[in-house]
């Protein structure tokens, strides 16, 4: 944006969310006087089981009208199973919000910072550093099917995948894209066209396709099944790894547990064409086993709010978050419960909006 004036919708949902935000929004006021752009906050209660609780609905009917078109949606986490079931609150908020805005892509880092002990062994920080960009809106995860003859002999259950040469050649546009822009110019495909012989031979070849115009970017594919095993025995493989929907769940869950604490973990919902607000938020959920003790790991929401500035267009400030994120993880004295460490969530959201250049 030429003007570099953001208008954020921020919305803290429930639980931690409503801890960790504060820390996310403090550091992005930080990175924004620093680096002279402007965040202009606009922050909603609902989407969240409070909201739930005095309307009987997650959001407001006119939820779009009132959330506008900000150039983002900064999100916390959402859910309260002991008043409202899960299915309840996630569909009647996030899952509206990927659907109606079209939010094609997932996006998750896979990165070992400092001061996070990976599960893996004899893995240093900086040696794991990558992203899984997975399709978000069809593939696998199709209504198309049906359930017939329920509760007999007969029982048949079909659903079926939903592959469209516009849906695949956009997330793998966007997962190039991504690859071209990284010092190492590396696409991994995640496929299993040896199994799955009508779809994943299609998704292949839409690959291929893709990789032409990208003349600069190498790239492979594995087979699902030793994908998951590389993730975790050469996870300094990979660069971008690109998949289906399902595969993509998958990959993006355990690309960062390959990477330690959920606490940590960000991830963004992406529409690249810019048509519909993207959201960003931590992986991490309400946690109501610790919400309200003040201990949660702000990391995982603040380096959302990174990622939201790196698909802005502030990519200086942007990368200066994730400086200042390392500097404080190396001191055990900053660092939250979850990492053995003994600082609140205030105290380790404040030392990293102190430690932003
Ligand atoms: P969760 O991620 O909330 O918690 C799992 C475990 O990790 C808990 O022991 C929690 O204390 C710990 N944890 C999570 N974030 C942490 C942080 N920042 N710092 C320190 N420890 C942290 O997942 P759970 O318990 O399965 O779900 C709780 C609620 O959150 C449910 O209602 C669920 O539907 C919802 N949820 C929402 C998500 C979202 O908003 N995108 C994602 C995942 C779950
Ligand atoms: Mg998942």
Not at 174 to 184: C, G, I, K, S
Not at 245 to 259: M, R, V, W
Request: glycine letters at 10%; one cysteine or more; proline letters at 6%.
């Amino acid at each position: 944006k030429p003007n570099r004036r953001y208008t954020i919708a921020v919305i803290p949902g429930d639980g931690i969310g409503k801890e960790v935000m504060p820390e996310g929004v403090r550091v992005l006021e930080r990175a924004a006087a620093l680096y002279g752009f402007t965040v202009e906050q606009r922050w909603h209660d609902f989407a969240s089981c409070d909201y739930y609780a005095r309307h009987g609905r997650m959001m407001p009917e006119d939820w779009k009208e009132q959330i506008g078109s900000p150039d983002a949606i900064f999100f916390g986490a959402v859910g309260w199973p002991e008043t409202v079931p899960d299915h309840i609150s996630l569909w009647g908020s996030l899952l509206q919000f990927r659907r109606e805005y079209d939010q094609y892509v997932n996006l998750r880092p896979a990165r070992l910072l400092p001061g996070v002990p990976s599960p893996l062994a004899g893995r240093e920080p900086g040696s794991i550093d990558f992203w899984i960009v997975r399709e978000n809106t069809e593939g696998e995860y199709s209504s198309v099917g049906g359930h017939m003859f329920a509760g007999t002999e007969r029982e048949v259950v079909i659903q079926e995948t939903v592959m469209t040469r516009f849906g695949v050649d956009r997330v793998l546009r966007y997962a190039f894209d991504l690859a071209n822009r990284r010092p190492n110019r590396h696409l991994t495909s995640a496929t299993k066209s040896n199994g799955i012989a009508i779809t994943m031979p299609f998704w292949d070849q839409r690959v291929e396709a893709m990789a032409a115009n990208y003349t600069d970017v190498r790239w492979d594919k594995y087979h699902i099944d030793i994908l998951t095993a590389q993730f975790v025995l050469n996870p300094d493989r990979f660069d971008v790894v690109v998949a289906s929907n399902l595969f993509g769940d998958i990959l993006s869950d355990l690309g960062p547990a390959c990477t330690g604490t959920i606490g940590v973990a960000p991830s963004g919902s992406i529409n690249p064409d810019g048509t519909h607000p993207s959201l960003f938020e931590p992986v991490h959920g309400s946690a109501p086993d610790i919400a309200g003790k003040g201990i949660a790991n702000p990391v995982g929401q603040i380096w959302s709010a990174a990622m939201m500035l790196e698909h802005l267009g502030e990519t200086e400030a942007a990368k200066a978050i994730m400086a200042a994120i390392e500097t404080v993880l190396k001191d055990p004295g900053l660092r939250t419960a979850d990492l053995k460490g003994k600082a609140g969530t205030e105290e380790c959201g404040k030392a990293i909006a102190e430690a932003l250049r």
